[in-house]
């Protein structure tokens, strides 16, 4: 745990989960950047109403908690972070109320005073979160976006002149850049174009997808792969689709599997509400379930003979493996003995040794140039 010293205070926070020598920091120095920019300008004021849109572990809803103040973000651990950092700093936990991205963004008769954005990579999260401001603006909000200068391109300033209106950026600091919107009422934005749809190729399905939805534009190739090598005999009875995403991979194994019960899974809330629109348009007359949490927290034990998954490998900023390990480590406690974990990856990233070491052992289903399937036993 490190110290975020800012004007606000003085703030002990984590990342979430919480991991034994972590390495990275809970904030960033375009956090540092915008709190910094609200005391110099004088900006914060006792009955100020301010919106922070993708805090990654509540670095900003710690420093602004005694403000009437409302997060949003489409991530779960980015919920659960501003939890955990709230209370060990000793902040009321509900002092900030967390909006999930589908959510209202406020109250139309109370718009914000100031909005606070860290700029994601995803353009299509950016542009969708744009439109959703745009009902709890008025030209008096001081609208400011943080981000590190290299993930600030021509086309995220281009998303806010055309959705909110005049945008102007800060001088580099820290390699943190600020961004400074205007909102202009007279402005006509385009539609949002979120959510999406796409067909999938050789079926009748059609796949919706949220904003900040993996490969939510087109069928990503890895997925391609795994669903063309589901298994097919029909002897599963509980399939969870781990990191669902749009949910695809679990639909096709429903599809292939017609006595199953499924359950889907995911951290974003975008890809766990796809999924659920997806898994009702497929198969209106099939339940299942869905849920929201950080990799299969909250799922009983011994509950699923069959776990597929396609690991993501990055989380907030932060490439690693580490998911995908903890990942294989919580499948291995939810599958029933003799249950199986398949898991697709790109050949390099050798989930073979962590599958084998986890589980005792790892075969491989099926492989091409550049993936591999991996199916894994609970013995
Ligand atoms: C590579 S994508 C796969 C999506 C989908 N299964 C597919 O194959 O198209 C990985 C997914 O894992 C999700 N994810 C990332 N971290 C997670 C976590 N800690 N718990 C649950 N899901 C997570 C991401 O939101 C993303 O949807």
Redesign the pocket.
């Known amino acids: 745990m490190e110290t975020l010293a800012v004007p606000q205070g003085n703030f002990k926070l984590s990342r979430f989960p919480v991991r034994q020598q972590e390495t990275l920091r809970a904030w960033d120095a375009a956090d540092e950047y915008l709190l910094d920019y609200l005391n110099d300008e004088q900006l914060l004021h006792s009955n100020c109403h301010i919106l922070i849109v993708n805090d990654s572990f509540g670095a900003l809803a710690c420093a602004l908690s005694g403000y009437d103040t409302v997060s949003v973000s489409d991530s779960f651990?980015a919920q659960q972070g501003m939890q955990l950092n709230l209370n060990q700093n000793q902040l009321d936990p509900d002092a900030v109320e967390f909006r999930h991205s589908l959510m209202a963004y406020g109250q139309a008769d109370k718009p914000y005073d100031i909005v606070l954005f860290k700029v994601t990579k995803s353009l299509a999260q950016l542009e969708d979160q744009l439109h959703r401001i745009r009902p709890y603006i008025t030209h008096n909000s001081r609208i400011i976006a943080a981000g590190m200068a290299k993930g600030i391109h021509t086309s995220t300033l281009q998303l806010f002149t055309t959705i909110i209106g005049q945008t102007k950026t800060s001088l580099a600091r820290k390699k943190a850049r600020l961004i400074f919107a205007h909102f202009d009422p007279e402005l006509i934005p385009p539609e949002n174009s979120y959510p999406r749809s796409y067909r999938l190729a050789n079926t009748e399905y059609q796949i919706l997808n949220h904003a900040n939805?993996?490969?939510r534009e087109k069928l990503?190739i890895?997925?391609r792969f795994?669903i063309e090598n589901l298994p097919t005999d029909n002897r599963f009875q509980q399939i969870i689709?781990l990191?669902?995403?749009?949910g695809?991979?679990g639909l096709m194994a429903a599809a292939a599997n017609p006595q199953a019960s499924l359950r889907f899974?995911?951290?974003?809330y975008m890809?766990v509400a796809s999924a659920r629109e997806n898994f009702s348009l497929a198969f209106p007359d099939r339940e299942a379930q869905f849920e929201v949490?950080?990799?299969l927290k909250g799922i009983p034990s011994d509950s699923s003979d069959l776990i597929l998954n396609?690991?993501?490998f990055h989380?907030q900023n932060a490439i690693g493996d580490f998911?995908a390990w903890q990942m294989f480590t919580e499948a291995k406690t939810i599958l029933k003995s003799g249950g199986e974990l398949w898991v697709i990856g790109n050949r390099h990233l050798n989930y073979h040794a962590k599958l084998k070491k986890l589980f005792g052992n790892c075969s491989t289903i099926a492989s091409n140039t550049k993936f591999v399937i991996l199916k894994a036993i609970k013995r």
């Open positions: 651990i939805v993996f490969s990503d890895g997925t795994l689709d990191g669902c995403g749009n695809i991979v899974v995911d951290e974003s890809a949490t950080d990799c396609n690991p993501p989380q998911i």
